[in-house]
């Protein structure tokens, strides 16, 4: 599974123009997380404002078309999906073969 941000942003034609109520984006970002289990892909969390007519929306699917076909489903545009990766214990800090982390380990210690 990948994980993607998508973004939107009413200045660029990609967030209702007019000021969502909390229920009608909560409506919305629950129509994309349906859509998107039609593509094996699943909406975990939106970050908004509101006020300012601008989100970001982290969601995990098998590739990026899967994201882009969430959004089509409910013609809701967005200005960029980007494949992330998070910075946990699980994802990003694998470890490395124990050649690379000796060599990393010597010049740490050339260091101090």
């Given at each position: 599974m990948k994980y993607f941000i998508d973004t939107h942003d009413k200045?660029?034609?990609?967030?209702?123009?007019?000021?969502?109520?909390?229920?009608?984006?909560f409506d919305n970002f629950d129509a994309l997380d349906n859509a998107a289990n039609q593509f094996s892909a699943f909406g975990h969390a939106a970050h908004v404002s509101l006020k300012e007519g601008k989100a970001f929306c982290f969601m995990s699917g098998?590739?990026?078309?899967?994201?882009?076909?969430?959004?089509?489903?409910i013609n809701f545009p967005y200005d960029?999906?980007?494949e992330v990766r998070r910075?946990?214990?699980a994802d990003m800090r694998i470890p490395q073969p124990a050649k690379a982390q000796k060599r990393r380990a010597g010049v740490a210690l050339r260091r101090t």
């Open positions: 200045t660029k034609g990609s967030f209702p123009k007019e000021e969502l109520t909390e229920q009608q984006f098998p590739d990026e078309d899967s994201i882009r076909k969430a959004h089509a489903a960029s999906i980007t910075v946990t214990g």
